[in-house]
């Protein structure tokens, strides 16, 4: 009885034994089927960044907001083959094609543009501002200058300003040295594009860029060569490309700088090795740099008050692209400052203000200006503001061309 009983227990053992081996066999075979690639294939075919890098919160330099730097985007998700582009854009031959043409030329890996392009949103709300009817135009003057300049010359913008201009001195100071780009027009572009920094954009310029891109015909080419830029900044910088907030129609920071604008004239004026364009340091760099190579040329005025009589003037092209001999103005009845003699040729500027056209004209440095805005409205705006803010500054200097203007 004794032996048998050994038997039964050693039996029961054997069988207890036999069958802990199965389980385990069993319970691998499930985990290596959990983490194998098809698997993986078929529950991540759209990568979500994960949330901490998505929503964080953007660092601040001197109470300005930057943007978090982060690889992580371009970095491979779980898989590394491409899983093919889904989103909003899954269907835009023009998306695949901007994909196609980033992977050829510059380097990027299919999957890391499928899966960032493949999160971003399409605005309707920018597509339906873009496409606005436009105010209709009139053959007598409307006063459209002087509600336009309304907007920027006022006792607040000019106050903030100075504050501005106090508070980085130094660093104007430094920008006028290297770039030969008086502080007065660095501070003017900063305060009519972003109110100093205030009013920076809150849309994601991914989401704008795209938007443009790929559902604005008439403008798809040079905004698809922004999102293109774009995402080439935001890989080389080492930027999240979810993090840029910006205007509608993708500008950033305290200089509303372009992608574009941004690879070919943004610099480090900081000297930490980045170049932020939410840092006011470096803005400020970047836009007198920007200045600079488009040919500012320091010391001389930017625009000239000018008066027209006769008939003549109302047949001749007006804007800041025209380009006239000093001879030809005076033969149409446009007075000629006895200082421009020497200069061969220059714009003529129409402004329609509220009492009237008013005539001016345009040198060198105010195309310059137009280079950042083509707008002659634009660049009479940050010229008026430049030289308001040099002579609340410097009330005993000269402003060049400055014209007491009531300001608000």
Request: aromatic share 12%.
């Amino acid at each position: 009885m004794h032996i048998a009983q050994r038997s039964l227990f050693i039996s029961f053992i054997v069988w207890a034994l036999v069958a802990t081996l199965l389980a385990a066999c069993g319970s691998s075979h499930e985990k290596a089927a959990d983490t194998s690639p098809q698997r993986v294939r078929t529950t991540s075919r759209v990568w979500v960044a994960p949330p901490e890098m998505r929503r964080t919160r953007p660092t601040t330099h001197a109470g300005k907001v930057a943007v978090r730097t982060s690889r992580r985007a371009f970095r491979h998700g779980p898989a590394r083959w491409s899983s093919g582009l889904s989103g909003d854009y899954a269907s835009y031959p023009a998306a695949t094609r901007l994909i196609d043409k980033l992977v050829r030329e510059v380097g990027f890996e299919r999957a890391d543009l499928e899966r960032i392009l493949g999160q971003v949103e399409r605005q309707q709300w920018i597509l339906d501002f873009v496409n606005r009817p436009k105010a209709k135009w009139s053959p007598r003057p409307t006063g459209a200058w002087t509600r336009y300049r309304a907007k920027f010359l006022t006792q607040d913008n000019i106050s903030k300003g100075i504050g501005f201009w106090r508070r980085y001195g130094k660093v104007l100071r430094r920008a006028e040295a290297r770039y030969g780009v008086p502080p007065e027009y660095v501070v003017a572009i900063i305060g009519v594009e972003t109110r100093y920094g205030g009013y920076l954009g809150k849309h994601r310029v991914i989401d704008a860029l795209a938007t443009l891109a790929f559902d604005y015909p008439r403008r798809s080419k040079f905004f698809t060569g922004e999102l293109e830029s774009f995402l080439i900044m935001t890989r080389d910088e080492g930027l999240d490309p979810f993090e840029p907030r910006g205007s509608y129609a993708g500008a950033m920071g305290l200089g509303q700088f372009m992608p574009s604008s941004f690879r070919r004239w943004a610099v480090d004026f900081d000297g930490n090795g980045k170049r932020d364009l939410w840092n006011p340091v470096d803005a400020i760099g970047c836009v007198a740099n920007y200045f600079a190579s488009h040919g500012w040329r320091k010391g001389e005025p930017v625009v000239v008050r000018t008066s027209a009589s006769g008939t003549g003037v109302g047949a001749m092209k007006t804007g800041y692209d025209t380009s006239y001999r000093l001879a030809a103005l005076r033969r149409n009845g446009i007075a000629v400052t006895a200082g421009l003699d020497g200069r061969e040729r220059v714009s003529l500027i129409k402004l329609d203000a509220a009492g009237g056209y008013e005539y001016w004209l345009g040198l060198k440095n105010f195309y310059v200006i137009t280079r950042y805005n083509h707008s002659s409205y634009y660049a009479m705006a940050v010229h008026q503001l430049a030289q308001a803010l040099r002579s609340r500054r410097n009330p005993g200097g000269s402003a060049l061309a400055w014209v007491g203007v009531p300001i608000r």
